[in-house]
C-alpha cells in the first residue's frame, strides 16, 4: 500500500506506573500491586490537518486517539491520507493504591494532556478510580471494596503486608497511565 506509513506509539515512562504514581502520591499512600501491558494494533487515520499538524486515529475498539502540533521533524507526517492505516505499539500501566481514610467518596477522575518533544506529538491520559475498602481479609489475601457503580467487589492483593496495612474505611484507587508518542521510523 503505497500510502501506508508506520508510526509507533510507546510509553516513554521508564518505569512501571506503580512506580511513579508512588513518587506523586503523598507518603502514606502505597502501591499494593502495579501491572504493565504492551500491544500492537493497527489504526485507521480518520483526520488530518497538515496546516495545523494535527491527526486523529481510530483504533479497533473505536477509541479516537488526537495528536497536535506534530513536530516538523517527522517529514512523513505530510505524506498520510484519511483512511490510511498505521501500526501502535501501546502500552498501559496500572496500579493499585491504598490511600488511608477518604472512604465514601468514590469517584472516577480523568485527564488527558498532550506532550509534545523532539521526537514527536504525545498524549497522556490518566485515569483514577476512588473505590472504599469495605473489609480486609489478610489469610484469603482480599480485599472487599465497593466501586464507583456500588457493586461490591473483592480484589486480591499477593503483598500481604501492604494488605495488612489498609482497612475498613480506606480507598482503593485504581490509577492506569497511558502515554502515547507518534514518531517517524
Not at 475498539?61 to 506534530?70: C, P
Not at 507526517?77 to 488511608?100: C, R
Request: aromatic share 4%.
Amino acid at each position: 500500500m503505497r500510502n501506508k506509513i508506520l508510526c509507533s506509539l510507546m510509553i516513554t515512562a521508564g518505569v512501571l506506573f506503580g512506580q511513579v504514581a508512588l513518587a506523586q502520591e503523598p507518603v502514606d499512600n502505597e502501591v499494593l500491586i502495579g501491572l504493565a501491558e504492551k500491544t500492537m494494533i493497527e489504526a485507521k487515520v480518520v483526520a488530518i490537518d497538515v496546516a495545523k499538524r494535527s491527526l486523529i486515529l481510530l483504533t479497533p475498539d473505536g477509541e479516537e486517539l488526537e495528536f497536535v502540533n506534530i513536530n516538523s521533524k517527522i517529514t512523513r507526517f505530510d505524506t498520510l491520507k484519511v483512511n490510511d492505516k498505521v501500526t501502535v505499539n501501546a502500552a498501559k500501566s496500572m496500579a493499585y493504591i491504598l490511600q488511608k481514610g477518604g472512604a465514601g467518596v468514590r469517584k472516577v477522575v480523568d485527564e488527558q494532556g498532550s506532550d509534545v518533544n523532539a521526537d514527536g506529538a504525545g498524549i497522556v491520559k490518566k485515569q483514577t478510580i476512588y473505590n472504599d475498602i469495605l473489609s480486609v481479609d489478610l489469610n484469603a489475601g482480599n480485599a472487599r471494596v465497593k466501586n464507583v457503580a456500588g457493586k461490591i467487589i473483592t480484589i486480591p492483593v499477593s503483598n500481604r503486608e501492604l494488605l495488612a496495612k489498609a482497612e475498613a474505611g480506606d480507598q482503593l484507587l485504581v490509577r492506569t497511565r497511558m502515554k502515547l508518542v507518534v514518531w517517524a521510523n
